[in-house]
């Protein structure tokens, strides 16, 4: 019973830290977080403006270096170098905008791709008139339901197999505890580790969300830098880590949804037919359990990790 009460106690908790997941990939995923905010548009402008101080700087040291004919520094290269990057500045955070639209757009599908009902805690109530309901909509799936969906197969599967009815010979009551203890287990420690990876996701979430615009801010720099050889490492710092924000959104939404659909797989209940057909003995019944848990811990260990690598 405390085993259970441990393990129920756990499938609560990762559902609500699913929820605050879910409320954070409806703002982070929403194109009016990074085109409709004025603190963007102003520090922006003010960047900008700065930047146009540095190409005065430039343009004198250009002036210099041709006075002097002083070529090794290739003057008349960073002329040009000059007059692009003034004309590509004014552009910048459409740029930047256009990365993250386009990586939003592919973590959306992702997401949407992900077969799960609406939360009960997120959704509208019955008879209930929009606005309503909890984050954005269309981010209201009840993940952590898909993903438990498999282990909750576990833990009623395991009582089956005690039927009277069954053609196969009795199962030793001590082989259903046992059974009934492992599934316990390792539901427990599913439940824990993906309430870590959601929870995880969701702060990085809310850090892409900050970095992007912070990056879009600074963007004008980002196109400046190119100018001059001894910037240019600057430069592609910035678009670097733009990349690198932009797309681990999309990329740990890839692996949650390979995470979720292995965890909606029917390899429970076949394993547990055959067990009450007596096809397969609770040892292998049990070891087969295991290597699905330890798969699936496999996957959520990697969604953060290899799309933090990205």
Not at 60 to 89: D, M
Not at 245 to 266: E, H, R, Y
């Amino acid at each position: 019973y405390l085993l259970y009460s441990v393990f129920y106690v756990t499938g609560w908790l990762l559902a609500a830290v699913a929820n605050v997941f879910n409320y954070v990939l409806g703002i982070t995923f929403d194109n009016a977080n990074y085109s409709d905010i004025g603190v963007i548009r102003e520090g922006w402008a003010f960047s900008r403006d700065v930047v146009n101080l540095f190409f005065i700087f430039i343009l004198l040291f250009i002036a210099i270096a041709t006075i002097l004919q002083i070529e090794s520094y290739g003057a008349k290269k960073l002329l040009v170098w000059l007059v692009l990057v003034a004309l590509l500045v004014n552009f910048s955070l459409l740029a930047a905008r256009f990365i993250i639209y386009a990586t939003n757009s592919l973590g959306i599908l992702f997401y949407q791709s992900i077969s799960a009902n609406e939360s009960p805690f997120l959704s509208c109530k019955p008879g209930q008139a929009p606005p309503c309901g909890i984050g954005k909509p269309g981010f209201r799936k009840d993940i952590s339901g898909a993903f438990m969906a498999g282990l909750d197969q576990q833990q009623i599967m395991a009582a089956p197999v005690t039927q009277a009815n069954s053609p196969a010979p009795p199962v030793n009551p001590e082989d259903i505890n046992l059974i009934i203890i492992v599934v316990l287990l390792t539901g427990i420690i599913l439940f824990t580790l993906a309430m870590i990876v959601f929870a995880a996701g969701a702060f990085f979430m809310m850090a892409r969300l900050a970095m992007l615009w912070l990056l879009m801010i600074i963007a004008p720099f980002g196109f400046v830098f190119l100018i001059l050889p001894i910037t240019r490492g600057y430069a592609r710092k910035w678009w670097e880590v733009l990349q690198s924000q932009a797309l681990f959104a999309p990329a740990f939404m890839f692996f949650i949804i390979i995470t979720v659909k292995v965890g909606q797989s029917d390899l429970v209940r076949q394993l547990s037919q055959k067990r009450l057909a007596g096809a397969i003995s609770t040892t292998e019944f049990l070891i087969l359990l295991i290597i699905q848990s330890v798969i699936l811990i496999i996957l959520l260990g990697a969604s953060l990790i290899v799309a933090k690598q990205m």
